[in-house]
């Protein structure tokens, strides 16, 4: 509760925290106090105290690294003394006067584009500009970024390690609304992982953050691939990076090539997963991990594997995805081929628990490809709980064990499901052992129909397990979403690597052996079949039912020698035997690829979680929402040390306040813009 008289937290009737009027910090540390003490989970408190679950855990870190005083709401605005004396004014009109533009006078003094707009501001009439510039706050609608001629040229000569951001304000700038995606991609880490695992270029005008960043903008505009950049104005991304205009296509393949020579996409990979559960602990109690099957329609000799979307088997690379509760990605792995969901959730295994540490014991819930009752041991004896569908026949339940069961989800919408729940022991080693689990089984109360959800734990509702294993979709709605905006299918690259000649495969000597014996054996029964209704229509002369004899005691010897030579053939050869030209997809740089996008769908994740409270139709508009935001004209201006990002107001007035709320809670985490120390400040342009 809170009032001119300062606030309280109650918990259960009582008083536990109060802060005075004005007391920003007490009010802070109350909020993260109530998270501390477990009192409250961090989705409730962060609306209780109406602020979003961002800022909270800003708080919260701030709190653990600073105490008290690192909440005390720092000072905005300059943090120093003024870098414009008056010899560097007296400067700034003598460039001026000279014909050079603001940004070319700011590049000049080593001072930033604002700074010189606010001394030609002093200086009135005494700077006669060599072309017209607006005066004051008026910006230049559709402005074109400073030529970087000399940088460029800098970085040819292998002087210039990364050409700087410098932003271009202007009016009305396409795709501007992008940079709404900062402040929740600043939380994944993105750019500090890329930065710590990959060894930066010696030479090069586009850096590591502007290549990361270029992917990022393109896929948020609709554009995720390389040849994308094609049909997107060079000048309106490269505005977007601080630059005069974003790299090329050939410019981007080459880098990420090279990147990719480093052979470090897992540790890439590594490292984004760590700093996902070190900032979203509360979704890594469930683990949810599924494969998916990206079709080749190369030349290449690719192994094949079952497409279930398109129920067809064709060349194709499998990649084992984990996700958390919320189905947003933590890691992705290049599978080997044929490889069983049984086979790799021992490498989920292993790769989870060293993100959890020793001591946890998350849920990993997976579909019914991977039912292994001897894995089930397995992964309990490793710590974990396990949940899953129930696979093969199965008893029903009756219809008075299920009891109605209402859960309220982490979105706040509530569910109603009629389970039954009890203990069972599954047999798998030929009978000789037992897995002991508790199924939960869900009643459709309309068609009858009965799912049987196994699991380990021992949660006394059964109602937020078996919505748990339900969620599984939103992994199957992360894998479509991949697919139509993030280019989840896409190669990235086209370079191969030889596959394992040692692998056996399936023989295909012994399929065709096998074929043949099939074959010779339906017409024996055919022959047989025919030579008894004959027998039975007229008799036969002895001759020619000794010859008929002989003809099948031939055709029966056959079978047996094709059958014997079929049993010696060996079950599975080599892979050099039969395909020497075999191959695999590199996966090194389509892995970089993919981490920068699940990084980036991660980012757009958390916008959606911030829109809930301000936009009634998130649910099903969220992400459709987020698109228009991202593909939105936006005022850019440096005030200060901040850099300001007006946004058009949107297609309709529900969006464009549910805009501006978001463009709040985004202000409120005080995030810079990369490589730079402007503050970002986000607001809805006024019409």
């Known amino acids: 509760m809170e009032g001119d008289e300062g606030g309280v937290v109650f918990l259960w009737g009582m008083a536990a925290w109060c802060w005075s009027p004005g007391d920003v910090a007490g009010r802070r540390l109350a909020a993260v106090q109530a998270v501390e003490t477990r009192a409250a989970q961090h989705q409730e408190v962060a609306a209780a105290f109406g602020v979003d679950e961002m800022t909270l855990r800003r708080w919260r870190h701030a709190w653990v690294a600073g105490g008290v005083e690192a909440l005390v709401p720092a000072k905005r605005g300059p943090k120093g003394p003024s870098t414009m004396t008056a010899d560097k004014v007296a400067e700034v009109a003598r460039l001026r006067a ?27 009439g005494t700077a006669t500009p060599a072309r017209p510039e607006p005066d004051g706050g008026v910006l230049v609608p559709l402005a074109q970024p400073a030529d970087r001629l000399e940088e460029r040229q800098a970085a040819a000569r292998g002087e210039l390690v990364e050409a700087a951001p410098v932003m271009t304000e202007g009016a009305g700038l396409p ?116 494969g998916h099957v990206r079709a080749y329609h190369g030349s290449a000799d690719v192994p094949k594997a079952h497409v279930a979307r ?19 990605g933590v890691l992705v792995w290049h599978a080997p081929p044929g490889a069983s969901l049984v086979g790799e959730l021992r490498r989920v295994a292993t790769e989870v628990r060293a993100l959890v540490g020793p001591d946890a014991r998350p849920t990993i ?20 709980h396990i949940a899953t569908y129930r696979k093969g026949a199965t008893t029903p339940e009756p219809r008075k064990s299920f009891i109605l069961h209402r859960h309220v989800d982490d979105l706040g919408r509530a569910h109603d499901y009629w389970l039954a729940d009890r203990a069972v022991r599954i047999a798998y080693d030929n009978g000789r052992r037992r897995f002991a689990a508790r199924q939960i089984t869900r009643l459709d109360p309309d068609s009858g129909h009965q799912t049987q959800v196994v699991t380990t734990r021992t949660d006394p509702d059964p109602a937020p397990l078996a919505q748990a294993m339900f969620s599984r979709w939103r992994q199957e709605n992360f894998f479509r979403y991949m ?96 395909h020497p030209d075999a191959a695999r997809l590199d996966p090194e740089r389509k892995r970089i690829h993919d981490a920068i996008r699940m990084a980036t769908y991660n980012a757009e994740s958390a916008l959606t979680r911030l829109l809930a409270p301000h936009y009634p139709r998130a649910g099903h508009e969220a992400r459709s929402l987020l698109r228009e ?20 107001p949107l297609s309709a007035p529900r969006r464009t306040r549910a805009l501006a709320a978001l463009c709040e809670d985004l202000t409120a985490t005080e995030t810079t813009y990369p490589g730079t120390d402007l503050t970002l400040v986000y607001s809805v342009k006024q019409p």
Not at 216 to 228: I, N, Q, S, T
Not at 493 to 502: G, M, N, Q, R
Not at 527 to 546: I, Q, W, Y
Not at 629 to 648: C, K, M, W, Y
């Open 175 to 290: 795709l501007a609304g992008a940079l709404v995606i900062l402040p929740a991609l600043a939380a994944t880490g993105l750019l500090d992982a890329v930065g710590a695992v990959f060894r930066p270029a010696r030479a090069a005008f586009y850096g590591l953050r502007s290549l990361v960043l270029t992917v990022v903008f393109a896929a948020l505009v609709g554009e995720p691939r390389a040849e994308g950049l094609t049909r997107l104005n060079p000048v309106d991304v490269g505005r977007l990076l601080g630059l005069d205009r974003a790299p090329e296509v050939r410019c981007l393949r080459a880098r990420m090539t090279k990147l990719a020579s480093q052979g470090r996409s897992a540790a890439l990979l590594e490292a984004l997963a760590r700093r996902h559960i070190e900032a979203n602990a509360e979704a890594a109690g469930v683990f949810y991990v599924d």
């Open 629 to 648: 935001i991202f593909n939105a004209p936006a005022d850019l201006q440096v005030t200060g040390s901040e850099l300001h990002v007006r946004i058009n």
């Open 365 to 384: 819930a997976f579909d019914r490809g991977g039912w292994s009752p001897a894995l089930f041991a397995e992964l309990v004896a490793a710590g974990f």
């Open 98 to 124: 000279a014909g050079l533009s603001r940004d070319a006078i700011a590049a000049e003094l080593g001072v930033g584009a604002g700074t010189v707009s606010r001394a030609l501001a002093g200086l009135g």
């Open 483 to 578: 697919r139509a905006h993030y280019a989840l299918d896409g190669l990235d690259a086209y370079a191969t690597l030889a596959d394992d000649p040692a692998r056996l495969i399936p023989n295909p000597a012994r399929r065709d052996a096998a074929r043949a014996v099939k074959e010779t054996k339906a017409a024996i029964e055919a022959a047989e079949a025919a030579e008894g209704r004959v027998r039975l229509e007229r008799p036969r002369n002895p001759a020619d039912a000794a010859e008929i004899a002989a003809a099948f005691d031939a055709a029966r010897a056959e079978l047996a020698d094709l059958q014997s030579a079929a049993k010696a053939i060996p079950a599975r050869a080599p892979l050099a035997e039969t």
């Open 310 to 328: 398109i129920r067809l088997s064709m060349p194709a690379e499998l990649d084992t995805w984990v996700g958390d509760a919320r189905g947003d």
